[in-house]
């Protein structure tokens, strides 16, 4: 299994308070994402990294922020959380893009009440 | 832009029938398709792809699929359905234009004793 390691793994917090969720890899890869799964809506993209301080935005990014400070880790921040952005969410990585399968972390489910 | 159409969000089967879980994309370049598969609180894991070259994939678990450009289709097959095979599956596209992966909303999978 690719070395993919979410935290936490589970979280509840407040509306409008800041969460961060992280995503640590230990094989090296260029690419990490950040997916959010919902019941009918499948896996969304939220950000994604294509290299150390490269980000780009995904189709539902509003509310989210993302950094990329080494090649290992890929944070996700909700700077002032909503009901709304209670899911599961995904860590996903790939060593180059496109043609290359993704390989997944395990998700955190974040519940803001 | 690129899309994935799953029909029929939950298939029921009976164990040791045919699985076929249906997929169609949308692309206006040749197009990349992967299978993944979900089992409860876990994150997707690759099941099979298509880049180039043989239009029938084999992939784990006895799955395959077949890229069929007239039909821009790309099912997926089992010919004898196991209880460990209930899970939800997504298929997904991708291309070489393209840093993303657009996965389709997923098909819950039932196996029936």
């Known amino acids: 299994d690719a070395g993919i390691t979410q935290s936490p793994r589970h979280k509840v917090t407040e509306t409008g308070t800041p969460v961060t969720l992280r995503c640590h890899q230990t094989?090296?890869?260029?690419?990490m994402y950040w997916y959010r799964q919902d019941p009918g809506h499948g896996l969304r993209l939220i950000h994604y990294s294509y290299g150390v301080k490269d980000t780009d935005k995904g189709e539902v990014s509003d509310g989210y922020s993302v950094s990329r400070s080494k090649t290992e880790d890929f944070l996700l921040t909700l700077e002032s959380a909503t009901s709304s952005q209670t899911s599961v969410y995904f860590c996903?990585?790939?060593?180059?893009?496109?043609?290359?399968?993704?390989?997944f972390g395990d998700g955190t489910r974040l519940s803001i009440l | 832009a690129q899309s994935v159409t799953q029909l029929g969000s939950h298939v029921s089967v009976s164990e040791g029938a045919l699985v076929l879980l249906r997929c169609n994309y949308s692309s206006s370049v040749p197009p990349y398709l992967f299978w993944y598969v979900q089992y409860p609180n876990q994150g997707l894991q690759l099941l099979l792809k298509y880049t180039t070259g043989a239009t029938l994939v084999k992939g784990i678990n006895g799955f395959e699929a077949e890229f069929k450009k007239s039909e821009t289709s790309f099912h997926l097959t089992k010919p004898s359905a196991h209880m460990s095979d209930a899970a939800e599956y997504f298929c997904?596209?991708?291309?070489?234009?393209?840093?993303?992966?657009?996965f389709g909303k997923g098909t819950r999978l039932h196996i029936l004793p």
């Open positions: 996903a990585i790939s060593e180059q893009s496109s043609n290359q399968p993704q390989h």
């Open positions: 997904a596209v991708s291309s070489n234009r393209d840093d993303k992966i657009i």
């Open positions: 094989e090296n890869h260029r690419y």
